[in-house]
C-alpha cells in the first residue's frame, strides 16, 4: 500500500540530504579559496571579526596501542596553582578519545544493553535514515 503524502516527504528528505552534500562541497571550495586570498595565517575584518586560516590535515592509521601507554602515563596540572589533577584511566582515555558515551551498536553486538546502564528519555518525534 502505497502512502503519497510518505513518498513526498521521504523524496524532500533525500533532496535536503543532497542539498547538504552539495553545501559541504561549496564550503570547502570557499575556504579553499578565502584560504589563498588570505595573505596572513590570522586576520581581523571590520565587520566579521578575527579569520584564521589553517592547513587542512587528515590523521588515519593511528598507533592505538602505543598512544594510549602515552596517555595513560601523562598526567595534567593546573598551570596557576601547579597542583596535579587527579584522573583515573578511563577519565584520562575519554578526554583523549572524545568519546561523549558508549556505541549503542557495539555494546548490542556484545550482548550489553545499553538501558540498563544509563538515564533513557523518550523523546517526541522520530529520526529517520535512508540506507
Known amino acids: 500500500m502505497e502512502n503519497p503524502e510518505l513518498t513526498k516527504l521521504l523524496y524532500r528528505k533525500i533532496e535536503i540530504e543532497e542539498e547538504l552534500r552539495n553545501l559541504a562541497i561549496e564550503l570547502t571550495d570557499l575556504d579553499n579559496l578565502i584560504g589563498v586570498l588570505m595573505d ?9 571579526g578575527l579569520v ?50 558508549p556505541r549503542k551498536g557495539v555494546l548490542k553486538e556484545r550482548g550489553i544493553q545499553a538501558d540498563e546502564f544509563c538515564q533513557v528519555e523518550n523523546q517526541d518525534g522520530w529520526s529517520i535514515r535512508i540506507f
Open 52 to 101: 584564521q586560516r589553517l592547513s587542512r590535515k587528515r590523521m588515519t592509521q593511528w598507533d592505538n596501542e602505543d598512544l594510549l601507554r602515552v596517555v595513560l602515563d601523562t598526567r595534567m596540572v593546573n598551570e596557576s596553582t601547579g597542583e596535579v589533577l587527579e584522573e583515573t584511566p578511563l577519565q584520562k582515555v575519554l578526554k583523549v578519545w572524545n568519546l561523549g558515551a
Open 40 to 48: 596572513k595565517r590570522k586576520v581581523t575584518l571590520e565587520g566579521i
